[in-house]
């Protein structure tokens, strides 16, 4: 009952980003926690 009564609640967040990536664009690195995706090596072949 005490840990009921103490407990904390506080909601949760995780952002998302959705895009489209066409399978002639090769070399880019998309990272599966937090960080962006970036562009800076893409190539297109």
């Known amino acids: 009952m005490i ?4 407990a904390v609640i506080a909601p949760f ?4 980003t959705a895009y ?4 002639s664009v090769k070399g880019v690195p998309i990272y599966p ?3 962006n995706i970036s562009y800076r ?4 072949r």
Do not use: K
């Not at 967040?13 to 998302?16: L, N, P, V």
């Not at 489209?20 to 399978?23: D, G």
């Open 3 to 6: 840990v009921l009564l103490g």
């Open 13 to 16: 967040y995780q952002g998302a």
């Open 20 to 23: 489209l990536l066409a399978p």
């Open 33 to 35: 926690f937090g960080r």
């Open 41 to 44: 090596l893409a190539l297109r």
